[in-house]
């Protein structure tokens, strides 16, 4: 069964400092890949996707993730991030001609202003 | 534009009592559905997927069922509360087309006490 690891449940920083999470998945086959965010007391929505093409995805608020496919990782990138930053973030993943979405358990980003 | 419902919003229900979520999609047809459940360090986890009206799949087996008696109508249900049932639960729609993204409703938060 597919499964994705986010390798930090709980991530501390600084404004203004770099971000990187990690996610991992377990799926030989193609793969569609998604970030989603929860802002406190929002809904969960998509911070980018990656289906095909160019790799590296850039996404919504300066936030990109990178595909490298042998190594199954989608991690995530913010050069500098700010306090609005803060939520919760999920690394998913759905098998190409798939229904349904595998998700990580999800990294808790807090930035201290 | 499309959008999600979810109601209510927030449940205490007491364990034994029965269940009823409501999801319902607009601005959209024949849409694909689904029901998940987040708990706090473990993500979001697939419980119902529906390709179309009385199409169940059925992810985890427990004390929930779930049902589609309209296109755009998905419900969550149970006959019995467990404690364990309690967490926050998010309906999500995706058209069904090759590589589309799943949204994501305002979610229920379930008390079972």
């Known amino acids: 069964a597919q499964s994705v690891s986010q390798h930090n449940h709980h991530v501390i920083l600084s404004e203004a400092a770099s971000l990187e999470l990690g996610c991992n998945y377990s799926?030989?086959?193609?793969?569609?890949l998604f970030w989603y965010v929860q802002y406190p007391g929002q809904h969960l929505q998509l911070l980018l996707k990656?289906?095909?093409?160019?790799?590296l995805v850039k996404g919504i608020k300066g936030f990109e993730a990178e595909f490298i496919k042998s190594k199954f990782s989608f991690n995530l990138r913010k050069p500098s991030v700010q306090w609005s930053d803060t939520a919760e973030y999920f690394c998913?993943?759905?098998?190409?001609?798939?229904?349904?979405?595998?998700f990580g358990a999800g990294t808790i980003l807090r930035v201290k202003s | 534009s499309q959008t999600i419902h979810q109601w209510p919003a927030t449940l205490v229900q007491p364990v034994g009592s029965p269940l009823s979520l409501e999801c319902t999609v607009e601005?959209?047809?024949?849409?694909?559905l689904y029901w998940y459940r987040q708990a706090a360090g473990r993500g979001l986890q697939l419980l119902f997927y529906?390709?179309?009206?009385?199409?169940i799949s059925s992810e985890v087996p427990q004390n929930l069922s779930a049902s589609r008696p309209q296109d755009r109508q998905f419900i969550l249900s149970s006959k019995k509360l467990l404690l364990s049932d309690s967490g926050f639960y998010l309906c999500?729609?995706?058209?069904?087309?090759?590589?589309?993204?799943?949204?994501f409703g305002p979610g229920t938060r379930l008390l079972v006490l």
């Open positions: 990656y289906f095909s093409g160019d790799p």
């Open positions: 999500a729609w995706t058209v069904q087309r090759y590589q589309e993204t799943q949204y």
């Open positions: 998913a993943v759905k098998r190409e001609y798939g229904n349904k979405l595998v």
């Open positions: 529906s390709v179309g009206i009385g199409q």
């Open positions: 799926y030989g086959g193609t793969v569609n």
């Open positions: 601005g959209t047809s024949n849409p694909n």
